[in-house]
């Protein structure tokens, strides 16, 4: 499926697009994920370089289809100039507009994906604790067939977090989790509440939010539900 | 499927019997894997602590079903001291072949698994290096999935390789791989070893060899491929 996007920076006639090809060997650390950026704005290379790196950091290397990462990932941004010199928050937040749309769009293509799955970890002690952990359980392959079988299984989230057993200070009482907005952890939900959360985890979007209590930090990351379309997509066939 | 394991301590009269439990949630950090150990030697507590933790460390905590860590790991050994004194390097010998044989068993019983895969990693900078890259390996779903379908897929383990991208000192010119003992990259093969090596990925016990030409550390994983299997087992039920 073709992964396009495209914003408006706000404050100015210019605009940011975005093509976008991979659906699996995804976590990138910038390298199989292509994508391409072009803007028609005057934005001068010293200039966009920090944005640039933020904006891929927060998206596409927030991204995981399935823990592999290829050798050939690439981002690109090509600007014009015709449009003129724009402010730089303002272009940040369209190429950012821009780049969130394609992972969107990249992690319900993964290789077998059928659900976008995002997990939010809050609370943390700093940025790189709250990513680590975050990306533990987006790539926990039995929280990811949880989510594809639409089972709210906060143990095995709470099993993801406690697997990054190099970050002693996170207390498993001070933990919350959350399936959208219904928390499921510690609090226990009533009959009506469980319904509620079938309805989350059967939806094409499952949000999964965690609270660390530690800290102040967040982060956010990307990928999708494993289903046996992976395994016939990469067991069937050989090279 | 039940796990017993038994050796005779050499040069004794001693022996050391075992038994295993758990299918998934398997990348032990000694916690849903129980292993007992038994003996008839007297070890004392204070000269075997040492060697018993030698042991778990080369066996229980090298291997991977699904690179999920449960909370209740545990590894114990029981001596009645009945069989008398041993020598420590003995019984370490006979210890290290029950818990060996343990492995094998937990692997090929893991969740969906229908084989064994073992990940050998040779010529490392050090041991962490080189556990670190087995590891990496033994868990990439590419291959696992790639093992499941009898793909000879050395492109998917040299991506594996990559991956560990804290290894500044792997150079990708220095790296052999081989299935069995069938090097596979960077030596090509022709017609007639395609065959061998398309016998050794259809087994029921895969070795994946890698030699990093870095050092002269070692390290031995142990895991299993992935299959629709493991799918429907963690998908489709609700907790």
Redesign the interface.
């Known amino acids: 499926v073709p992964k396009l996007a495209a914003a408006r920076v706000p404050n100015s006639g210019a605009v940011v697009a975005g093509v976008a090809k991979g659906v699996?060997?995804i976590?990138p650390?910038m390298a199989t994920l292509l994508v391409y950026l072009v803007t028609d704005a005057d934005v001068p290379v010293k200039a966009i370089h920090a944005p640039f790196r933020r904006v891929v950091e927060r998206t596409f290397n927030s991204l995981s289809v399935?823990?592999?990462?290829?050798?050939s990932d690439t981002c690109i941004l090509l600007a014009s100039g015709v449009a003129g010199p724009v402010d730089p928050d303002d272009f940040e937040a369209a190429l950012g507009a821009v780049a969130l749309s394609l992972v969107h769009q990249l992690a319900r293509d993964g290789e077998g994906a059928t659900k976008l799955l995002t997990v939010t970890v809050t609370e943390a002690r700093d940025a790189g604790q709250a990513k680590r952990v975050a990306k533990s359980i987006v790539?926990?392959?039995?929280v990811k067939?949880?989510v594809?079988?639409?089972?709210?299984?906060w143990?095995?989230v709470v099993?993801?977090v406690?697997?990054c057993?190099d970050d002693l200070d996170i207390s498993p009482a001070a933990v919350k989790v959350a399936f959208g907005d219904f928390e499921v952890y510690p609090s226990l939900l009533d009959e009506s509440g469980l319904a509620k959360v079938a309805e989350v985890m059967a939806a094409g979007d499952v949000a999964v939010n965690v609270s660390l209590g530690c800290g102040a930090a967040t982060a956010t990351v990307y990928g999708c539900d494993?289903?046996?379309g992976?395994?016939?997509i990469?067991?069937?066939?050989?090279?």
């Open positions: 699996g060997m976590e650390d399935d823990t592999d990462t290829s050798t790539n926990s392959p039995l067939t949880a594809h079988g639409g089972d709210p299984n143990g095995r099993m993801a406690g697997k057993s494993l289903s046996d992976y395994i016939r990469n067991a069937d066939y050989t090279t």
